[in-house]
């Protein structure tokens, strides 16, 4: 049964314009059950008595990932960030945040609200069809410097160049940690360098080089689920 977003009032949830509309798309009708969610974690088993809500019969169990994961990612082209946003919520990305890094070729400011808007509906599409209880959240785009400075939690950062240090390695107890995947053409030396006087550890995914938002998708798996 597929999932909808819904705002929650007591007993009672609210349907926005879109949600409904893809309800419609459905053929879903009153009286028929749905599965909705909040956005923030939790999953009900509701009824429709209009096109735009309905009641709740009851909360059901959501699966919730062990981790919150920070994924904090260099700008890359548009095809391939929104690939990087739809795989990552499915691998189990709780934040984004895309940086500016030395490599870096998109302008992530430049029309940065419609941006945001798009990503969130990718995100949203993502958990929805995953049935994911809690939609990933979308930070401002920041420099590499000023996120690695202002980490709060334990972090690691691809490198193609790391060899002994295996991401499995690495994963630290705790519920929190980040992981920064870099662009296309890499990170500077300069940057490495400042990640690890930080404290972020340096870790490969294994023998090959991979895309972008490909190495991103691994690495949020891994600490997902290991």
């Not at 509906?121 to 401002?140: D, F, G, H, M, R």
């Not at 334990?154 to 519920?175: M, R």
């Amino acid at each position: 049964m597929p999932q909808y977003l819904a705002e929650i009032n007591g007993g009672n949830f609210t349907l926005s314009k879109e949600e409904a509309h893809h309800l419609k798309v459905a053929r879903y009708t009153v009286n028929q059950e749905i599965k909705i969610f909040d956005g923030l974690g939790k999953q009900y088993l509701a009824r429709l008595t209009s096109t735009q809500g309905g009641e709740i019969i009851k909360q059901i169990p959501s699966r919730l990932l062990k981790k919150n994961i920070t994924l904090y990612f260099s700008a890359i082209s548009r095809p391939a960030t929104e690939e990087l946003l739809d795989l990552c919520t499915q691998a189990g990305a709780s934040t984004f945040c895309p940086v500016f890094s030395k490599f870096c070729d998109a302008n992530l400011l430049k029309k940065w609200e419609t941006k945001q808007e798009r990503w969130s509906q990718i995100v949203l599409a993502s958990a929805k069809q995953c049935e994911i209880a809690k939609t990933p959240q979308i930070l401002q785009p920041m420099t590499f410097e000023n996120a690695i400075k202002n980490l709060k939690i334990p972090a690691l950062i691809c490198y193609e160049d790391e060899q002994k240090n295996h991401i499995i390695e690495k994963i630290q107890a705790g519920k929190e940690i980040a992981i920064f995947i870099g662009p296309e053409g890499g990170y500077a030396k300069e940057e490495i360098e400042l990640a690890k006087s930080c404290g972020v550890q340096t870790v490969t995914l294994g023998a090959n080089i991979l895309r972008a938002q490909t190495a991103a998708a691994c690495a949020v798996w891994a600490l997902a689920n290991l």
